[in-house]
């Protein structure tokens, strides 16, 4: 494919460069997430996954549907998991 068009070059030209900031600002948000939970797992001496998980319910406000998954998955694990003996 080649674009011969001026106004059409321009166009996509300015869509990548409008694209390329958006994914700078996106990783430099991610750079922040990761400090402010390194940051937090030193001070308060909580392991990072952890929080990670912490601040992805608290964003999501999901905590509910977190304890039944984990109620269900516990209720899966024990039938799974103990058997009687033969």
Known sequence: ???NNPNDRKV???AMSEHSNSV???EAE???QKNIISDLSDKV???KKFLNKLATMY???NFQQFQQER???EELYESVMTTSAP
């Open 1 to 3: 494919m080649i674009v």
């Open 12 to 14: 996509i030209l300015d």
């Open 24 to 26: 700078t600002r996106v």
């Open 30 to 32: 991610k750079d922040l």
């Open 45 to 47: 001496g909580i392991d």
């Open 59 to 61: 964003h999501n406000q």
């Open 71 to 73: 109620e269900e998955i």
